[in-house]
């Protein structure tokens, strides 16, 4: 495994990693990530310590010690008002922009992520990725429940918007624990489940100081291992780490170029984070389609997730969701991959998978995903946007078709056209699914060509079932509520009831039946003569219905 990863991961230690890829850390964001922004004109974002010599410059007679110090004596001699504006002057909070390491951290799928930085360098990394977040520095904000696609900022010493709440003299860093308990514990909550790393802190940063303390005061042994990254750090800052009880991944390469050796860092990190979401299980359904999320994420598939607001998902999975069954697909909507920690790795890797997305556009919030599809999906996908205005959401070339005025997704021209759309898609695809098993076993990945072959087999049964149910009633009708989510035994018992296989025994089925579950529930590895077996059988069974 190790021997696989990119250059800089293979610094991190694989229980790290492990618990990065499974939502078990929590980010700290310091002054040297700032560092590291674009300012107009050439200018640079001080480190803290630089703030506080230039501060300290400024005060006649005054030796400087510490940068706290500092800006605790600025604050004296002209005001706390006048000490907040210099720092926002001085960090270039109205003009400075996020850099390429401020940018590649945003890409990450952490769903919660701490800083003591005062700028908005990291909310405006995130407005570029499109990606939802909520800042948090006040104690009521707690309360509230994070939404699966939104990140929880939290801004532990405030921001320059919010100078009361800033943490940046003597008086606020001593009083903070009085002054803030609940954000405190908050904190130390979060570090029991999770392990702690610090990106873009010095050992002499008061800020990295206080955490420490925190951790100490609230957990005492029994929080877990902390981290710093670090690039090119000499032997003694390491030690000096561990001594108070961080562990340093000590990146190779020179500080002038720690902006880019931590932009190629968190790239690979969010690569690697991706392949190992794409790896697992993301649902636990019974429907044979959704085993698809097993296959490699090359692989054609049939699922189709429906990029909704979480109010209308009710309305969409009883009106759309029985037509794009009926098409074959098998629909999967953001509830279906649970909440909690990581919902941002698993949606992520779950979209690697999709072969269709269908977008709400009347509702902002999925943008992201719609944006993260096209991302993800090198290999054309297909898109369909559902518009209150059709001509103001037309892009990329893909369809668009208007939703009701009314907002009733039961109208029947509106359900005809996405009907319609699904079907052609279907019909495109067609060819491609009847050759997947076989493509995926000549590649050596049996697992997958069984739960394809499965799949394939799934999609066969249904059409000819409700074909078969179309010439016995009205031709003209939609028989939709044939196709709801049946069993892979259900439409197999049915299949052999109606004579759609030929000489297909209940032996035959419940072999099947065992095989299926026992490689997608049970986990049994497929080796290649089963595989064939099982490829064979389908088949057989495929061309009976045909």
């Given at each position: 495994m190790r021997d696989k990863l990119p250059d800089y991961l293979k610094h991190f230690p694989k229980p790290l990693?492990?618990?990065?890829?499974?939502?078990?850390?929590?980010?700290?964001?310091?002054a040297g990530l700032s560092r590291n922004a674009t300012v107009p004109g050439g200018g640079v974002v001080p480190l803290f310590g630089e703030l506080g010599k230039i501060l300290a410059d400024a005060i006649p007679n005054f030796d400087y010690i510490n940068p706290t110090d500092a800006l605790s004596a600025y604050s004296q001699a002209f005001s706390r008002v006048r000490l907040v504006e210099e720092v926002s002057r001085l960090l270039h909070s109205n003009s400075a922009q996020p850099g390429r390491v401020h940018l590649s951290f945003a890409r990450l799928p952490f769903d919660t992520v701490a800083t003591t930085n005062f700028d908005f360098l990291i909310e405006q990394s995130y407005s570029v990725a499109a990606r939802k977040f909520r800042t948090i520095m006040t104690e009521d904000q707690l309360s509230i429940g994070a939404e699966n696609l939104r990140i929880d900022l939290l801004k532990i010493h405030g921001?320059?918007?919010?100078?009361?709440?800033?943490?940046?003299?003597?008086?606020?860093?001593?009083?903070?624990?009085?002054?803030?308990?609940?954000?405190?514990?908050?904190?130390?909550n979060i570090l029991i489940r999770r392990v702690a790393i610090f990106i873009g802190y010095s050992l002499d940063d008061p800020d990295l100081r206080q955490i420490i303390q925190l951790l100490r005061e609230r957990l005492g042994r029994m929080h877990r291992e902390s981290y710093a990254i670090a690039v090119g750090a000499n032997p003694d800052v390491v030690a000096r780490f561990a001594r108070r009880g961080v562990t340093v991944i000590n990146l190779p390469g020179s500080l002038h170029r720690y902006g880019d050796i931590l932009a190629d860092t968190f790239d690979q990190l969010n690569a690697a984070w991706l392949q190992e979401a794409s790896t697992h299980p993301l649902l636990r359904r019974e429907d044979e389609s959704s085993a698809q999320l097993?296959?490699?994420?090359?692989s054609a598939t049939t699922l189709c997730y429906f990029a909704v607001p979480h109010s209308k998902e009710g309305a969409y999975r009883s009106s759309l969701s029985p037509i794009a069954e009926a098409a074959g697909f098998a629909p999967i909507y953001g509830s279906d991959l649970g909440g909690g920690s990581n919902y941002m790795a698993r949606l992520t890797g779950a979209?690697?998978?999709?072969?269709?997305?269908?977008a709400d556009t009347a509702s902002p919030h999925v943008r992201y995903e719609l944006d993260l599809f096209y991302e993800l999906n090198r290999k054309r996908r297909s898109v369909l946007l559902l518009a209150s205005d059709v001509t103001a959401t037309e892009e990329r070339g893909v369809e668009t078709i208007a939703l009701p005025s009314d907002g009733n997704l039961d109208d029947p021209a509106f359900q005809r056209r996405v009907h319609a759309w699904f079907r052609d898609k279907a019909d495109a695809l067609l060819q491609t699914y009847r050759d997947e098993p076989d493509r995926l076993f000549r590649s050596g990945e049996y697992q997958a060509a069984v739960i394809s072959a499965f799949t394939l087999l799934e999609t066969g049964l249904r059409e000819a079932i409700s074909e078969k149910a179309q010439r016995a009633t009205n031709p003209?009708?939609?028989t939709i509520e044939l196709t709801s989510r049946w069993s892979i035994r259900a439409l197999l018992d049915e299949a052999v009831r109606l004579e759609l296989t030929q000489g297909l025994t209940r032996e035959e089925v419940s072999e099947l039946v065992r095989l299926r579950n026992s490689v997608i529930h049970g986990r049994e590895r497929v080796g290649r003569a089963q595989a064939m077996r099982t490829l064979r059988t389908v088949q057989s069974i495929l061309r009976a219905l045909v």
């Open positions: 990693l492990d618990d990065i890829f499974h939502g078990r850390s929590l980010p700290f964001i310091g921001d320059l918007n919010n100078p009361a709440r800033l943490i940046m003299t003597e008086e606020d860093y001593d009083s903070f624990l009085i002054r803030f308990p609940l954000f405190a514990t908050y904190i130390a097993e296959i490699p994420k090359e979209l690697q998978k999709m072969e269709i997305l269908v003209e009708s939609l």
